[in-house]
T-cell receptor, first 113, second 112 residues
Framework: EAQVTQNPRYLITVTGKKLTVTCSQN?????MSWYRQDPGLGLRQIYY???????DKGDVPEGYKVSRKEKRNFPLILESPSPNQTSLYFC????????????FGQGTRLTVV | AQSVTQLDSQVPVFEEAPVELRCNYS??????LFWYVQYPNQGLQLLLK??????LVESINGFEAEFNKSQTSFHLRKPSVHISDTAEYFC??????????FGAGTTVTVRA
């Protein structure tokens, strides 16, 4: 089954404690991205990757890091989480063609206290 | 860069009534347009998409959207909603920079 898998689904952590949210896709997609969803703001792109070892900032990259060492994986790293990073996070993947839709993971609800 | 405006944040509607969700976009180049649906506690799923050709696109569960280039709109409609259509709906646009930009979302609540 074609899917994007995120882990964990839920996470509560304390300010300053480094964490990683994993994302994996099994569709051999070139393009992967991370979004955060906040009420009234829709989804805002954090980082994206056009292919292995190619990453770039989205609209709200501050406080986040990513890496793309393998095509299927695109982890999101919060080196020093803060309460304003409490949000719902989604990983998405799509092919390298413009006229294709994105596939989304189930989301990770992060709470930073 | 492109942007998306969803004109209604909340749309309450009675079961079997019609619904329209409005979406306007801004872009200086050709675009591809999408509607995604998010059911409670789930990820986003594609509802329908406009890539080229006919300006009216349909989904398998009765939704349709019309691409209007002159008005830069991609409104979503359903002639008769069900309780199960209660969800949040997102309009999204992409163009030649590959970025998928989303609107703020419209929450549809269907009441019996």
């Amino acid at each position: 089954e074609a899917q994007v898998t995120q882990n964990p689904r839920y996470l509560i952590t304390v300010t300053g404690k480094k964490l990683t949210v994993t994302c994996s896709q099994n569709m051999n997609h070139e393009y992967m991205s991370w979004y955060r969803q906040d009420p009234g703001l829709g989804l805002r792109q954090i980082y994206y990757s056009m292919n292995v070892e190619v990453t770039d900032k989205g609209d709200v990259p501050e406080g986040y890091k990513v890496s793309r060492k393998e095509k299927r994986n695109f982890p999101l790293i919060l080196e020093s989480p803060s309460p304003n990073q409490t949000s719902l996070y989604f990983c998405a993947s799509r092919t390298g063609r413009l006229n294709t839709e994105a596939f989304f993971g189930q989301g990770t609800r992060l709470t930073v206290v | 860069a492109q942007s998306v405006t969803q004109l209604d944040s909340q749309v309450p509607v009675f079961e079997e009534a019609p619904v329209e969700l409005r979406c306007n976009y801004s872009s200086s180049v050709s675009v591809y347009l999408f509607w995604y649906v998010q059911y409670p506690n789930q990820g986003l799923q594609l509802l329908l998409k406009y890539l080229s050709g006919s300006t009216l696109v349909e989904s398998i569960n009765g939704f349709e959207a019309e691409f209007n280039k002159s008005q830069t709109s991609f409104h979503l409609r359903k002639p008769s909603v069900h309780i199960s259509d209660t969800a949040e709906y997102f309009c999204a646009v992409t163009s030649n920079d590959y970025k998928l930009s989303f609107g703020a979302g419209t929450t549809v609540t269907v009441r019996a």
